[in-house]
């Protein structure tokens, strides 16, 4: 699940803000509008927030695995001693 979510955050970003952000960069001229303009840079970061989120929870996830293995290793390895 984690990386659909991340894999439509990056085609989001590629799809709707880059595109907006190459031509605003190559024209240094904005034809879309005031109202537009507000609306698409505040969007840019959407995709962006959405990726870094995902990602944590990725690192968060594969942390949790990792400690719940050893945990559960340990347990039984203490119920063998006895």
Wanted: a positive charge.
């Amino acid at each position: 699940m984690f990386v659909v979510c991340l894999a439509v955050s990056d085609l989001a970003l590629c799809m709707f803000s880059l595109p907006v952000q190459l031509h605003y960069q190559l024209t240094d001229n904005w034809y879309f509008g005031a109202a537009l303009c507000r609306v698409v840079f505040a969007a840019f970061a959407v995709p962006m927030y959405l990726s870094t989120v995902t990602v944590m929870l990725i690192a968060v996830d594969r942390c949790d695995a990792i400690r719940c293995d050893t945990q559960s290793y340990s347990k039984i390895h203490r119920e063998r001693l006895r």
